[in-house]
């Protein structure tokens, strides 16, 4: 290489040094590196200070609303409910036993052989309608006779009382004895009551033959036709007399009810109710309590009461089941709660109020149980939140929260006690 190569290739590398000093920072002084340090590390430590006070405030805030939540769940939401006054007047369903106003047994007076009926069951029949006839050919011939001996006993009588005037005529001219005449008399005075005799006898016999016919003793129903053509028809003389028909007066209804004997004292005559059978339900009857047994059965306890029901469609029939519904006066208006707001315990019947946010047990006595509601005959103002469906480990003094009062009145009717 010449001189003058080596020349230029010696500048070039220079000024490539050159520039690579000229492109490279300024070296700084040491003190102004080590505060840029200090600075690094503070701005570090604040940020991990800062993180670490933000975890510390995340948990402490969690643990908070933990705390809440569980002092909240703590606390036992009730509902309630407040006692209403009992009705004035005490509506009381009872079962009721439907009878015909008249219902008798249709006997023959007289024996013999059915000849004819004429109703069957279900006939509505008037008094004194003609519902049969027998054949008696005993009566018969019996009247027959008595009537023959009738006839001699009045020919006997017209001799004894001629042969009578006759001595009392031949008495006045002494022409026979007194005593002659006193039998003669005697005799007339016999016939004659063998006269009467035997008119009493044939009027006995026209009165079984008469019984021939069966007539309808009332305005009524045929509920029953035990007999047929032909038959053997018994009065009773030689054993059981047989019955022909039943006949039943329906018209008017009489309404049997047995009333418990605590409103025995309202059950007045007088008192108005509504009769109701399962077959109509949407058809109510008016009854009116006529009598009472005027004494309470000792099997039962019952009071026996008689409501007449008019009847002049004949939709109520004899021997039919319904339930009487009547109003009583309620002397006591006493309070009225839902069964589910009793606790029963060994210290007795109580309920749970709510006073003040706590719960108070105080007991309770009980009058009528209508199922769904019971009368309370303690001390109660009625305006008592009572709790409903109490918890069996619901104490006195326990804190509670109130559930939404509408709601807690739409759930008034009992379902059930909550454990």
């Given at each position: 290489m010449s001189l003058d190569e080596r020349q230029d290739f010696q500048s070039t590398v220079n000024?490539?040094?050159?520039?690579?000093e000229s492109r490279q920072p300024p070296s700084e002084p040491g003190p102004a590196r080590r505060a840029k340090r200090a600075l690094w590390l503070a701005l570090a430590v604040l940020l991990v200070a800062?993180?670490?006070?933000?975890g510390i405030t995340v948990r402490?805030?969690?643990s908070a609303n933990v705390e809440r939540d569980t002092r909240e769940l703590a606390v036992l939401t009730v509902s309630v409910v407040h006692a209403k006054r009992a009705s004035p007047q005490e509506e009381i369903d009872l079962p009721a036993n439907i009878q015909p106003w008249i219902d008798a047994p249709i006997y023959a007076r007289t024996n013999g052989y059915l000849n004819r009926w004429y109703v069957d069951i279900g006939a509505r029949v008037k008094k004194d309608q003609l519902l049969a006839e027998i054949d008696t050919p005993e009566i018969d011939q019996q009247l027959q006779q008595a009537r023959a001996d009738l006839n001699t006993a009045e020919a006997n009588l017209h001799l004894a009382e001629i042969t009578a005037a006759r001595y009392e005529n031949l008495l006045k001219s002494d022409a026979v004895s007194q005593q002659d005449t006193d039998n003669a008399v005697s005799e007339g005075k016999a016939r004659k009551a063998m006269v009467e005799s035997a008119q009493f006898n044939?009027?006995?016999?026209?009165?079984?033959?008469s019984f021939q016919k069966i007539y309808a003793p009332f305005d009524g129903v045929i509920t029953a036709r035990k007999t047929d053509i032909g038959a053997l028809i018994n009065s009773g003389a030689g054993g059981p007399a047989q019955e022909l028909f039943h006949i039943a007066s329906t018209h008017i209804m009489r309404v049997y009810v047995n009333v418990p004997q605590v409103n025995s004292l309202a059950a007045k005559p007088g008192l108005t109710a509504d009769l109701t059978l399962a077959e109509r339900p949407n058809q109510r009857f008016t009854g009116r309590l006529v009598r009472s047994a005027e004494?309470?059965?000792?099997?039962?306890?019952?009071?026996?009461?008689?409501?007449?029901?008019?009847?002049p469609t004949g939709a109520l029939l004899p021997g039919a089941y319904g339930v009487i519904h009547f109003k009583l006066p309620n002397e006591n208006l006493n309070y009225m709660l839902p069964v589910n707001t009793l606790i029963f315990?060994?210290?007795?019947?109580?309920?749970?109020?709510?006073?003040?946010d706590h719960v108070t047990l105080i007991p309770v006595t009980i009058g009528h149980d209508y199922g769904t509601q019971v009368e309370i005959t303690s001390d109660l103002k009625g305006d008592e939140?009572?709790?409903?469906?109490?918890p069996d480990s619901l104490t006195s003094g326990q804190q509670v929260r109130i559930a939404d009062s509408s709601a807690a009145e739409g759930k008034g009717q009992p379902e059930g006690k909550s454990e």
């Open positions: 000024l490539e040094d050159e520039q690579a800062a993180i670490v006070a933000w402490k805030r969690a044939v009027k006995r016999l026209e009165d079984l033959q004494a309470i059965d000792q099997a039962s306890r019952t009071l026996l009461t008689e409501f007449d029901v008019e009847n315990r060994s210290e007795g019947l109580q309920i749970a109020i709510v006073r003040d939140s009572v709790v409903l469906n109490p």
